[in-house]
């Protein structure tokens, strides 16, 4: 992958996470004669079928000429039960193999009960000197709940991100990619883990590209989260962070809404690309406290916009803060087959809710209104047109 070492303008050019993950699988299917990919049937639909130019289907019946991509030694396993899928992908994998899995993040919460099976074995396992250390059980989650507007309310679900973040056995990554160059970073970190889960989760619409790939990096070996400098001022009044794709991408729109109704506010923006078990970062890297207030200062509000449940991320923030500086927007659990900005805006996450929260918080309250007439405005117009204005 061509991975650039520097962005001169964070946010002007569009890219694909799916097809960095998708680059990324076929790279290892290439190298290992045992990685076997796992997907419910919508391997083309989440744009990761780079797939294909390494391994085909297993299909064990008549191929006939008009077939696509199907051979009775393919690695690229298709069945629409992600319970028999998880459990051979993970048998295969105990069994010293290599291998992914991939499903709509709505449908990946159908194994919850089998990680957690996993996850007891993988502790279990550490006390038998005579084990072998295990790949990663890596699972990529897209068709996210902010990107349903064609099919709505039953595809909105991230309650696995919830449910893996309250393991004590401290054995799962929640990782938030932001862009492709963040995206191949987390794979580089996925592939070369073990004795973990790793829940990587990214939609799979083209993104803005933010960071180069060292940033992205450090991110990832340095407490899961690091200080965007483009976007931050000195001695600020407010903290801004962002906790996945989209959510990065409203949280930076709603700085610069903010800005534009008060050109004298000050803000610092912290993007966050990993969680895990009370923390933000990884198992192997979590952040501590000292460089937690180091990136959103000792005392400042501090204003979160997060991919999955508001309370998940407030109870990791609240192990670092204290609670009354907390603002933390996220899924709640409020959907319909409806337009991206009007279903941002019914959870609370869209640019113009977080611009209303940094405005609001920094003690400049005349503008939140104006905003939430905005994000009326929109709702009635997507009503009757079916797209936002």
């Not at 061509?2 to 993950?21: D, T």
């Not at 690091?226 to 996945?244: K, L, M, R, W, Y």
């Not at 927007?329 to 805006?345: F, R």
Request: glycine share 6%; aromatic share 12%.
């Amino acid at each position: 992958m061509n991975l650039p070492k520097s962005v001169e303008h964070p946010g002007a050019e569009n890219y694909s996470l799916a097809k960095v993950f998708g680059e990324g699988l076929r790279e290892e299917m290439e190298k290992h004669d045992d990685f076997y990919f796992f997907s419910p049937d919508e391997t083309t639909s989440n744009r990761l079928s780079d797939v294909y130019e390494a391994s085909d289907r297993a299909w064990t019946g008549a191929i006939e000429p008009w077939d696509v991509h199907l051979a009775k030694d393919g690695r690229v396993i298709e069945m629409l039960s992600e319970n028999v899928l998880f459990a051979t992908m993970a048998g295969h994998i105990l069994s010293g193999g290599r291998g992914c899995m991939a499903s709509y993040e709505a449908f990946l919460p159908i194994v919850s009960s089998q990680i957690d099976q996993h996850l007891k074995f993988l502790k279990q396992s550490k006390e038998a000197s005579w084990r072998p250390r295990y790949q990663a059980l890596n699972l990529l989650s897209t068709s996210c709940w902010q990107r349903q507007d064609h099919n709505g309310y039953t595809h909105q679900n991230p309650a696995l991100i919830s449910s893996l973040l309250s393991k004590p056995s401290n054995e799962v990554n929640c990782l938030f990619p932001i862009d492709d160059v963040a995206a191949a970073a987390a794979w580089e970190f996925m592939t070369r883990s073990k004795d973990v889960v790793n829940l990587t989760t990214f939609n799979k619409n083209l993104s803005p590209r933010w960071i180069d790939i060292n940033h992205a990096r450090f991110q990832l070996t340095n407490g899961g989260a690091s200080i965007f400098q483009f976007a931050s001022d000195d001695n600020p009044e407010i903290i801004v962070c962002g906790i996945g794709d989209i959510p990065t991408i409203e949280a930076l729109e709603g700085i610069k809404l903010a800005k534009k109704e008060a050109p004298d506010l000050r803000v610092r923006y912290v993007g966050v690309a990993a969680l895990s078990y009370g923390a933000i970062g990884t198992t192997e890297n979590k952040l501590k406290p000292n460089d937690f207030n180091d990136y959103f200062t000792p005392d400042r509000p501090i204003v979160v916009n997060f991919h999955g449940y508001p309370e998940t991320a407030f109870g990791i923030f609240s192990h670092y803060a204290s609670p009354y500086r907390l603002e933390i927007h996220g899924y709640e659990d409020q959907g319909s087959t409806t337009s991206p900005m009007d279903e941002l805006a019914r959870n609370h996450c869209s640019r113009y809710d977080i611009a209303a929260s940094i405005l609001e918080r920094s003690g400049r309250y005349g503008f939140v209104r104006k905003f939430q007439d905005i994000v009326l405005d929109n709702a009635r117009y997507a009503s009757q047109f079916g797209v936002d204005q």
